[in-house]
Every structure is written in structure tokens, then in C-alpha cells.
């Protein structure tokens, strides 16, 4: 394996380029959380796009047997991701609704959990009816203002991308970078021992 004086200097410059692009694309989202969502929900009506013609491809050519479920998945994969990219604002308020319920029935569930199961301590108890009030209480929060929703999921997003940008950018100021070892730094160890 090279050692860090090794490496050639385009390795950190390009760590600290993506490390500063990370922290000011955090920075970005947490300015305007709905342009983020918005821009995500595009991104991914792209990919499905993408994919939904791929499986029309696969069952116009492909002969077998789940050829018209390809034809079929394929083109109403094509229409939402159509309808997605005409309507980003109410494909990502749809999103966070759902967001919002699948917490309300999370957050339902664990407090039944919480109640029902005595075997359990107190403390386990506690906790897990805690965690269902908050679920319950953040997706009625989300239903009344769906502005919120997005809010809270581009806070979480940007505070990640924000930790991973100052990684980065510490890691190629520092000389340092994350080294995946290979086969052959196996060989070289194991030789290494053998000869001592």
C-alpha cells in the first residue's frame, strides 16, 4: 500500500475540492429546504425515467416469459416518472404526506408496543411509548404544514452532507485519505511476517 507521501497531490486537492462542494451544498439546502426536496424529487423522477425505459426495452426485445410484466412495469414506471418531473412541488408534497403517515402509524404501533408488553422494564417501556409520542407528534406536525416536512428532511440531509463535506476536506488538508486495502497489501504483510 502507498504510504500518504506517496499519493499524488491531485488526490487531496480533489478531497478538498468535494469536501468544500459538500459543505456548501449543506449550506445551500439549509438556506432553501424546498428548492433541495424539489431538486431531489427531479434527480429521482430522472432515474425512474431511465429505468422505466429500460424495462420497456427488455420486454419489447426480450422474449421469455415476463415480457409484458417488463412492458407493463416499464411504461407506467415512465408515466410517474413523467408526472414527477411535470409536478415536483406536488410529487414532494405527496412524498412527505406519506412520510407523515408512515410516522403517524410507526409512532401508533410503538406506543401499543409500549403498553402491551409488560414482560418488558420500565425503562424499555418508557422509551418506546417516548419514541411513538414524538413520531406521532412530528407527523402531525408535518400534516398541518407540509413546509415543515420539508424542512426537517433537508435539515437532515444538509446536517449529513455537512459532516461528510468537513470529513473530506479535514482528510485532504491533512494529507490523509480513507485507503481500501487490496489483495496485495495481504501478500505484502503476510511475506513480510515470514521473512521476521
Same mark, same amino acid.
Do not use: D, F, K, N
Given at each position: 500500500m502507498l504510504s500518504n507521501t506517496d499519493q499524488p497531490k491531485w488526490v487531496f486537492a480533489a478531497q478538498i475540492g468535494i469536501g468544500i462542494l459538500a459543505i456548501i451544498l449543506s449550506i445551500l439546502i439549509l438556506i432553501n429546504? #424546498? #428548492?433541495?426536496i424539489i431538486s431531489l424529487i427531479v434527480l429521482v423522477s430522472v432515474l425512474l425515467l431511465v429505468v422505466g425505459i429500460e424495462k420497456v426495452i427488455a420486454g419489447i426485445f426480450v422474449k421469455n416469459r415476463a415480457r409484458f410484466s417488463n412492458l407493463g412495469l416499464g411504461i407506467l414506471v415512465i408515466i410517474l416518472a413523467i408526472v414527477a418531473m411535470a409536478f415536483p412541488v406536488g410529487t414532494s408534497v405527496f412524498v412527505i404526506i406519506l412520510v407523515a403517515v408512515a410516522l403517524l402509524f410507526d409512532g401508533i404501533s410503538r406506543i401499543v408496543h409500549g403498553i402491551r408488553h409488560k414482560n418488558q422494564s420500565k425503562l424499555d417501556r418508557a422509551f418506546t411509548?417516548?419514541?411513538?409520542?414524538?413520531e406521532i407528534a412530528l407527523s402531525i406536525l408535518i400534516l398541518a404544514s407540509p413546509a415543515f416536512g420539508f424542512g426537517l428532511v433537508a435539515s437532515i440531509i444538509a446536517i449529513a452532507l455537512l459532516i461528510t463535506g468537513i470529513q473530506i476536506l479535514v482528510a485532504g488538508l491533512t494529507g490523509r485519505r480513507i485507503s481500501i486495502p487490496t489483495p496485495d497489501d495481504d501478500n505484502i504483510n503476510s511475506s513480510n511476517s515470514n521473512r521476521q
Open positions: 429546504p #424546498i #428548492i433541495s411509548i417516548g419514541v411513538g409520542a414524538l
